[in-house]
């Protein structure tokens, strides 16, 4: 049984540590807490603290909390996080301070260390999970002069493009907040679908002249994954002020980069239906691929323009010059959202249907301004009705989800499932489990999605121990990745796709 009273005074010691609970408070927030726990005194007695003090997560202390609520009938069984992170939340700095003080730190000790505060609250108040996120699998694929970075995330659910889709066409119901996204999801309650935001807390600023915030991401995918996010509750899209914004953004945030999904279904990433853009403090596979061939536009003679070296469509801008960088950026978005270029089998409409769309990503080091643009294509036909520049069928057993703007970078995010299925396969491929092609072709098979990777990986003969049969199933999803991406990629990486490419620059007068 966990001891109320101690619990009272260990949630406070945590506050005043990690969450900036001043000591004139304490009385306020005890007796707030006794009411919250039905009890009627605090404790008395003499006990150790201290061990709070080197806490780097609140884990121990959110598992007694969730505890204690159950024991005492404080919460329904299922319900125990809503509690604790409105526990959490109570014991948070308010929004309006929170922003007091990061710009205050900006103002006196510069953005990074701003960053470093509120991503640190971020932590300690429980709402960036950083436990879990750690479970998660990592690891790097080095492939010749460039890499992708790989994650089994543990957290995230699967989603199919055709549920995506539909979030652009659904009617409106009465829902309150309207989206994960919205602004007023800080401080909302959650309920057994919507996840409890008492906790989470937010900065504003402005982007574009536009009213804008920004957050850390709860199930970060990467070092302070960070969520600009518009106020406004409105589709996504890619336009002129989508440049506007994220050379903003970067203004504001040296220290970080920024990107927006390309607002087109199968393309444009899990949220289609409020505006928002992902960046934060790391480097991607692709911001450090180089330029492979570099070209000249008269018009903007001080924007250095080039094709990435990269499995996908990308193409580079570089200026310390702010005003030509966004022209330019502005000229590349109106251009491809009507180029057309049979050869390559990119349609810019089908009616009335828009195809092309891109993903701008922003960083900036010292003065230069560096824009990727990632062009996309989302068309379907019979061979492939889920995209014909998205993954590929016999790939889907590994990633079925639309590729997005961090994918489209270099990071893959895979479903949790693979933890386990991978590891079986593994199994089967060094022979301690044994190979039972009928069994596995089976429907029913919790490997089916995987039977003929299996059947290819088998067919290169057993592995000498399980550490061997791992590594040849990683590659297997590594070579698998990549293949994905160049999947994505408008202009494939071949004589045609390359002449292609230069087509459409040629079409911008980029010589």
Same mark, same amino acid.
């Given at each position: 049984m966990v001891n109320g009273k101690i619990l009272v005074e260990q949630l406070l010691r945590y506050a005043e540590k990690f969450l900036h609970l001043e000591v004139r408070d304490e009385i306020y927030f005890r007796n707030l807490l006794l009411r919250e726990f039905n009890l009627d005194e605090p404790n008395e007695e003499t006990i150790d603290l201290s061990f709070i003090d080197n806490l780097t997560v609140p884990d121990q202390i959110v598992c007694d909390?969730?505890?204690?609520?159950?024991?005492? $009938?404080?919460?329904? %069984? &299922?319900? %125990?996080?809503?509690? !604790?992170?409105?526990?959490? &939340?109570?014991? !948070?700095?308010?929004? !309006?301070?929170? $922003?007091?003080?990061?710009?205050r730190i900006k103002e006196k000790e510069g953005i990074e260390k701003a960053c470093e505060y509120f991503y640190n609250l971020s932590v300690k108040n429980n709402y960036v999970q950083k436990t879990a996120i750690e479970r998660n699998l990592k690891w790097e694929y080095p492939d010749g002069d460039k890499f992708l970075e790989i994650t089994v995330n543990l957290s995230k659910? %699967?989603?199919?493009?055709?549920?995506?889709?539909k979030l652009l066409t659904a009617p409106k119901k009465a829902k309150y907040p309207a989206c994960l996204l919205c602004k007023e999801n800080e401080g909302f309650a959650g309920t057994l679908t919507h996840p409890a935001r008492e906790n989470i807390r937010t900065i504003s600023l402005k982007l574009g002249g536009e009213d804008w915030f920004v957050q850390y991401s709860p199930y970060a995918y990467y070092n302070e994954h960070m969520i600009a996010i518009s106020n406004k509750h409105a589709p996504m899209h890619i336009a002129e002020d989508t440049v506007c914004k994220v050379l903003?953004?970067?203004?504001?945030?040296?220290?970080?980069?920024? &990107? !927006?999904?390309a607002a087109l279904p199968i393309i444009g990433g899990s949220i289609l239906n409020h505006e928002h853009f992902q960046g934060g403090e790391h480097l991607m596979p692709m911001h450090k691929a180089p330029v492979k061939k570099y070209f000249n536009s008269e018009k903007y003679p001080t924007v250095k323009v080039g094709i990435v070296d990269w499995y996908n469509s990308v193409v580079r801008l570089e200026s310390e010059d702010r005003e030509s960088i966004r022209l330019f950026a502005t000229d590349i978005i109106k251009a491809w959202e009507v180029y057309t270029d049979e050869k390559c089998d990119i349609f810019a409409k089908t009616l009335d249907v828009k195809h092309n769309s891109l993903s701008p990503v922003c960083r900036k080091v010292k003065n230069t301004y560096i824009i990727d643009m990632i062009l996309r294509n989302n068309r379907t036909s019979e061979e492939y009705p889920d995209g014909i520049f998205h993954a590929h069928p016999e790939y889907h057993n590994i990633k079925k989800e639309g590729i997005g703007l961090i994918e489209a970078m270099g990071l893959f995010i895979l479903p949790g499932r693979l933890k386990k299925q991978l590891y079986m396969i593994a199994e089967i491929l060094c022979g301690q489990v044994p190979y039972d092609e009928k069994a596995i072709f089976n429907k029913e098979n919790y490997l089916f999605a995987h039977r003929d990777m299996i059947k290819e990986l088998m067919q290169g003969g057993l592995s000498k121990d399980i550490e061997d049969a791992q590594k040849r199933v990683e590659e297997k999803v590594n070579v698998t990745c990549k293949n994905i991406l160049l999947n994505t990629a408008v202009f494939k990486p071949d004589d045609n796709g390359e002449q292609g490419f230069v087509r459409f620059l040629n079409s911008l007068n980029i010589k």
């Open positions: 909390l969730e505890k204690f609520a159950l024991e005492n $009938n404080l919460v329904e %069984e &299922g319900k %125990e996080n809503l509690y !604790s992170t409105y526990i959490f &939340g109570l014991l !948070s700095p308010l929004p !309006s301070k929170v $922003n007091e003080t990061f710009y659910p %699967e989603k199919d493009n055709k549920e995506i889709a903003d953004f970067v203004d504001f945030f040296p220290n970080y980069m920024i &990107g !927006s999904n």
